[in-house]
Nanobody
Framework: QVQLVETGGGSVQPGESLTLSCTASEGISGIDNMAWYRQAPGKQRELVAS???????KYTNSVKGRFTISRDDVKRTVWLQMNSLKPEDTAVYSCNAYLQPLTSDVYSTWWGQGTQVTVSS
């Protein structure tokens, strides 16, 4: 069974930085798109950043210039470097990967369990 394990969440003050990481378990033959989503209390889940296999990156407008997404396919890991954090960045962040398990002939979408990021003074 494929798992995506996230680490790096926590509580910080405005202006500080955090780096989230998400590593996929072994047993995968290929990973296509990877992404980070977030969901704040009372709000819908939103796409924060995504990165394709060819490393084309996209960001939601509110994080452009502050967040950076990157990946390492050998390590099966995607990172989200978050700088200049703001209180409105407070949310549960979840990683997402479109991948092909070794036990399957097709790609499918997998989610991590989510990690809390709290930005408060």
């Amino acid at each position: 069974q494929v798992q995506l394990v996230e680490t790096g969440g926590g509580s910080v003050q405005p202006g500080e930085s955090l780096t989230l990481s998400c590593t996929a378990s072994e047993g995968i033959s290929g990973i296509d798109n990877m992404a980070w989503y977030r969901q704040a209390p009372g709000k819908q889940r939103e796409l924060v950043a995504s990165i394709t296999y060819g490393e084309v990156k996209k960001y939601t407008n509110s994080v452009k210039g502050r967040f950076t997404i990157s990946r390492d396919d050998v390590k099966r890991t995607v990172w989200l470097q978050m700088n200049s954090l703001k209180p409105e960045d407070t949310a549960v962040y979840s990683c997402n990967a479109y991948l092909q398990p070794l036990t399957s002939d097709v790609y499918s979408t997998w989610w991590g369990q989510g990690t809390q990021v709290t930005v408060s003074s």
